[in-house]
């Protein structure tokens, strides 16, 4: 059966509909009152988001792949079970399997209010347990509406702890980079990856980016708010059960080597990721369950 095929029992008629998208992807348009979204489920990923009213809220790179084994640049990328580089295996993919992997629709709803609802789920396979030989289901739980609500969800179905690092890796459109700031992490201790990864403290509640930025903030449960100058738009994330921030731009030289994102494209994004990576790193007991959730929105 296509896949397709397989998804169109979910389908809300003019709400939310399966179909073939860039690279023969699958995709869920969503189509709602309150805001419109495209989800492939490769991944798991929201590749976009755009309240009813509203200019998008998550950047897309226009060289971006779409095909079977490679990430997507752009929209929220699902980071499991690690984050950038394996420790000790640097010939694995960066940042997991997660965001290369196909999901399954476990269920798909529309709430009174006109939001939608979907989770989508990926259990282990002989290609996860070749890369990390552990037992789990994870969980995408994803609320479009006035707001985007993610929450990734680990289950530990293994008699073992489970140890990981998580990210939702989102990219946020914005007018010029050099015009944004991002608030709401002053005091807190970064590692700077610009740095020889050196721990340092945030010494500013105005982020700004005036050269290639990548800091990994450690507990932190900070609200942070992108503020576009340019716009006057602000978009804040607020997140739950994440201990940890990352900010990144590549700035010009780093995007110059980056073959799925335009040179120029640097101008028009930054992500800030809900996280919970290096000591941050989630150690989860038999049995258990971890949730972590991100809630954008744009706000004036
Ligand atoms: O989250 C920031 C970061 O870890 C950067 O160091 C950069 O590598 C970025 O992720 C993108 O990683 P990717 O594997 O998607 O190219």
Not at 59 to 77: C, D, N, Q
Not at 188 to 195: N, P, R, S, V
Request: hydrophobic share 45%.
């Amino acid at each position: 059966m296509s896949s397709l095929a397989a998804h169109s029992r979910w389908e809300i008629p003019e709400i939310a509909t399966f179909s073939e998208g860039p690279g023969g992807l699958t995709q869920l348009l969503i189509t709602s009152p309150l805001a419109s979204a495209r989800i492939f489920l490769h991944g798991a990923h929201v590749a976009e988001f755009q309240p009813t009213g509203e200019a998008p809220v998550l950047f897309m790179s226009a060289e971006s792949l779409f095909a079977s084994g490679k990430a997507i640049r752009g929209g929220v990328p699902v980071i499991f079970p690690w984050f950038g580089a394996h420790s000790s295996r640097p010939e694995l993919p960066a940042h997991g399997f997660a965001r290369t992997s196909t999901w399954e629709v476990e269920a798909l709803s529309a709430r009174p209010d006109g939001a939608v609802l979907v989770t989508l789920r990926l259990d282990p396979n002989a290609a996860t347990r070749a890369l990390w030989p552990h037992e789990f289901i994870l969980r995408h739980e994803i609320i479009v509406g006035t707001a985007l609500e993610m929450t990734l969800v680990v289950e530990n179905t293994s008699t073992a702890p489970l140890v990981f690092e998580e990210a939702l890796h989102t990219y946020f459109a914005i007018s010029d980079a050099r015009e944004i700031a991002v608030r709401g992490l002053h005091g807190a201790e970064y590692i700077d990856k610009t740095d020889n990864q050196t721990c340092k403290r945030e010494e500013t509640d105005f982020l700004r980016f005036t050269s290639e930025t990548d800091r990994v903030f450690l507990q932190t449960e900070a609200v942070c708010t992108l503020e576009d100058t340019q716009t006057g738009r602000r978009i804040v994330v607020e997140k739950s059960g994440s201990a940890s921030t990352v900010v990144w731009n590549p700035w010009i030289a780093k995007a110059a080597t980056m073959r799925d994102f335009g040179d120029d494209e640097w101008l028009h994004m930054c992500c800030v990721e809900t996280a919970n990576v290096a000591t941050d790193a989630i150690t989860l007991a038999p049995g258990a369950t971890h949730r972590m959730a991100a809630r954008l929105r744009a706000a004036h």
